[in-house]
């Protein structure tokens, strides 16, 4: 029990009565009798209030929390008590997840259910811990504040983010996939299974124009056809120390490899959804898990438990032993797309050497995660001499960038240069284009 200001108000006024038996001994018998009277409130003060055992208390949430996103907790309490409660609730979240709100407060009705809810945000994966719930409530005259621990230690884990998982399996059950900035689910292209008629377009191939129906109906019909299923899709990851620097430029932001991480899981399930064989690399200066391309939920499943807990690691990357390793361990044609980050020329020549190697057989597509801090400076303008040279190295930077993009293109590699907010949107829609085109 906690003593509230009430009670001290009320204790204070006998000191007035104490030092006035400096003028009147008989005021000390008049505050004996006022002490007696605020301990006996203060006793029925204590019995009449309800005990914490009245109250059950609960939290819900996933065991699975989503890198990144905003989780929410929900903490639920039922109430035996006889009257109304004011309560203020503190959750023991885990230390290092920060959450939106850290005291809670709501009232309960008597033989009621209140429900309270924050939100988590995790930055970095990983094992974590939730400790106890705490309440406080006013007494029924208001003399302390009754306050509670309830036992509620839990563990959870921190994956990538699943949450835009659930958002797609939604979405695309309700056909508002653009809602997401993806085409519809379903898409056409150049595969080999005819599918439909529809009106010719500007941007259709002449090829693709249906002769017999153009002269039936008197106006241009073109065919579609069903993108072809069973292809095979890896995701070969950097995990090496460029991978470790925030995407947004801030101090507490994702890292690369988080965005990086979540952009594979959620093209991982779209290409198993679309039929298709996901597989995975991670490396950094050697390669630190494989799983090779299968269909099904299940290697969708498996790619989540295996990137949940995948460290940064701080040493310079070797993309020849990765590639290498990948060349000969998969000889399938593949679209196989390589999530780095690229600093000069000088560090990209092995990067440029075996994805052009790559290309001989497979389609190779390289990922990276455009610097918002270098564009801001490079498009700033100079307002004293420091922000010269600023401007002059971000500019730098930026041509060298676009020189190891251009040759990586030249070399038969495609590219893809996004924010990091656009990572899995962009990455989508590049295998969707690629699959519909016929080009994997």
């Given at each position: 029990m906690?003593?509230?200001?009430?009670?001290?108000?009320?204790?204070?006024?006998?000191?007035?009565?104490?030092?006035?038996?400096?003028?009147?001994?008989?005021?000390i018998w008049i505050a004996v009798a006022y002490l007696t009277v605020v301990a006996v409130l203060a006793s029925a003060d204590f019995l009449l209030t309800d005990r914490p055992t009245v109250l059950d208390v609960e939290r819900i949430?996933?065991?699975?929390?989503?890198?990144?996103?905003?989780?929410?907790?929900?903490?639920?309490?039922?109430?035996?008590?006889?009257?109304?409660?004011?309560?203020?609730?503190?959750?023991e979240h885990p230390d290092e997840i920060p959450a939106d709100v850290t005291v809670l407060s709501g009232a309960v009705d008597p033989f009621a259910l209140l429900e309270v809810r924050y939100h988590l945000r995790?930055?970095?994966?990983?094992?974590?811990?939730?400790?106890?719930?705490?309440?406080?409530?006013?007494?029924?005259?208001?003399?302390?504040?009754q306050q509670a621990r309830y036992p509620a230690s839990a563990p959870v884990?921190?994956?990538?983010?699943?949450?835009?998982?659930?958002?797609?399996?939604?979405?695309?059950?309700?056909?508002?996939?653009?809602?997401?900035?993806?085409?519809?689910?379903?898409?056409?292209?150049?595969?080999?299974?005819?599918?439909?008629?529809?009106?010719?377009?500007?941007?259709d191939e002449f090829r693709r124009i249906n002769w017999k129906a153009t002269a039936r109906r008197g106006k241009p019909i073109a065919a579609e056809y069903e993108t072809e299923r069973s292809q095979y899709v890896v995701s070969v990851i950097d995990t090496g120390r460029l991978m470790r620097a925030p995407a947004d430029g801030s101090a507490g932001g994702l890292a690369r490899l988080d965005y990086a991480i979540n952009a594979t899981l959620l093209?991982?399930?779209?290409?198993?959804?679309?039929?298709?064989?996901?597989?995975l690399l991670t490396f950094a200066d050697d390669v630190r898990t494989y799983l090779?391309?299968?269909?099904?939920?299940?290697?969708?499943y498996r790619m989540l438990e295996t990137l949940y807990n995948v460290p940064f690691e701080p040493v310079e990357s070797d993309y020849a032993r990765a590639l290498t390793y990948l060349s000969a361990r998969h000889k399938r044609r593949s679209l196989i797309i390589v999530f780095t980050d690229l600093?000069?020329?000088?560090?990209?020549?092995?990067?440029?050497?075996?994805?052009?190697?790559?290309?001989?057989?497979?389609?190779?597509?390289?990922?990276?995660?455009?610097?918002?801090?270098?564009?801001?400076?490079?498009?700033?303008?100079?307002?004293?001499?420091?922000?010269?040279?600023?401007?002059?190295?971000?500019?730098?930077?930026?041509?060298?960038?676009?020189?190891?993009l251009e040759t990586l293109h030249r070399n038969g590699v495609l590219t893809l240069d996004v924010p990091a907010d656009r990572l899995s949107v962009a990455v989508i829609e590049k295998y969707l284009e690629l699959k519909g085109r016929g080009m994997i």
């Open positions: 906690i003593p509230t200001l009430r009670l001290y108000l009320i204790l204070l006024a006998s000191a007035v009565l104490i030092a006035g038996a400096a003028i009147t001994p008989l005021m949430n996933d065991s699975r929390l989503s890198l990144g996103a905003s989780n929410p907790v929900t903490i639920l309490i039922a109430s035996r008590a006889r009257r109304r409660l004011i309560l203020q609730i503190r959750d995790p930055l970095r994966r990983g094992d974590y811990m939730f400790g106890d719930i705490n309440l406080r409530y006013v007494s029924a005259f208001g003399t302390f504040v884990k921190v994956y990538p983010n699943v949450l835009d998982i659930r958002k797609y399996d939604l979405f695309a059950r309700k056909g508002l996939l653009l809602e997401m900035g993806l085409r519809p689910a379903r898409i056409f292209g150049q595969g080999v299974e005819f599918e439909r008629l529809r009106e010719y377009r500007p941007d093209l991982s399930y779209v290409v198993t959804l679309k039929g298709d064989h996901a597989g090779a391309p299968k269909r099904g939920k299940s290697q969708f600093v000069t020329l000088d560090a990209a020549r092995d990067l440029i050497a075996h994805m052009a190697r790559l290309a001989r057989r497979h389609l190779p597509l390289c990922v990276v995660l455009s610097d918002p801090n270098i564009t801001r400076l490079a498009g700033r303008a100079p307002t004293e001499a420091t922000d010269v040279y600023r401007r002059g190295v971000a500019e730098m930077l930026l041509a060298e960038r676009r020189v190891v």
